[in-house]
């Protein structure tokens, strides 16, 4: 029901979503999502503030390019140019999962234009463990066929993901939507790939990186919203990000799973405009 909209992203188009008036809500996504999963939010709030959902590269309705950087850093670059290209201010960021790192990546480069945080089932901060689900996602052959040819982790994200109820066939075939052949699912892959295990991985240093920026937004008024029975971002995820916004408010959603959104939608609304408000 919303217009698509495109940005010139380095000679890629990165799709995105912006709808409303006032200030802006920025909306960033994870893996292996897209801007669709904030469906719900765009409706709910656009009639009072700009909601803008982006796609990443090789995600959703962009570019799905198959020689490309798919890492943290580019990823946080992309979105950084997007914030600088439109001149969002006052921006309050609303962030799901890889979203967390990539879009608190570009608040701790420019803090002045985010005013208010708003981060569900997310993490900013090299990985305390490595659930044995996503372990076996990094075997070669299980990401190379699996991941990309047989669109599994995707696939089984439908399903792994809420707790409550399972997701409606409108919500699981918009999820899956864009992944439709193992070309545009290269980006659900890479994304995988680019979870480091160790400091020897590039991506370590940038989350380690991040982590320690982290406090020049600790001032910021900040909602944390968790499904407290998510298996991938665990409670010890809640509790570290807690320790670096000593001043959030928590929301725990006890019996909602990684797909905060979709498991808990009125729950996760309620918050999110509580902080619009």
């Not at 390019?65 to 439109?86: A, E, I």
């Not at 982590?211 to 809640?238: K, Q, S, V």
Request: a neutral charge; proline letters at 7%.
């Amino acid at each position: 029901p919303f217009a698509d909209r495109y940005f010139d992203c380095g000679g890629h188009r990165m799709h995105y979503v912006d709808e409303g008036r006032g200030a802006p809500v920025l909306c960033v996504h994870g893996n292996p999502t897209w801007s669709f999963y904030f469906r719900r939010v765009i409706s709910e709030f656009a009639t009072t503030h700009r909601v803008i959902a982006v796609d990443h590269i090789g995600c959703g309705l962009s570019d799905k390019p198959r020689d490309y950087p798919y890492s943290l850093k580019q990823h946080t670059d992309n979105l950084h140019d997007f914030v600088r290209r439109l001149d969002l201010r006052d921006i309050t960021l609303v962030v799901h999962d890889w979203g967390g790192a990539i879009g608190l990546g570009v608040a701790v480069r420019e803090p002045d234009r985010f005013a208010r945080l708003v981060l569900l089932n997310t993490a900013a901060f090299p990985p305390p463990y490595c659930p044995w689900r996503i372990r076996v996602c990094r075997w070669p052959i299980v990401r190379s066929w699996g991941v990309q040819r047989l669109n599994l982790f995707a696939k089984a994200a439908t399903v792994m993901t809420t707790s409550r109820a399972p997701l409606s066939a409108v919500a699981r075939a918009g999820l899956l939507a864009p992944y439709d052949c193992p070309a545009h699912r290269i980006a659900i892959r890479r994304f995988v790939e680019d979870i480091p295990l160790s400091q020897a991985h590039p991506t370590w240093e940038t989350l380690e990186q991040l982590e320690r920026a982290l406090p020049a937004l600790a001032a910021r008024p900040t909602t944390l919203i968790w499904g407290m029975r998510d298996w991938c971002f665990t409670a010890e995820c809640l509790d570290r990000l807690q320790r670096l916004f000593p001043r959030a408010t928590t929301t725990r959603i006890d019996d909602a799973g990684h797909y905060v959104l979709e498991d808990a939608p009125e729950e996760v609304l309620e918050a999110i405009g509580e902080v619009l408000a």
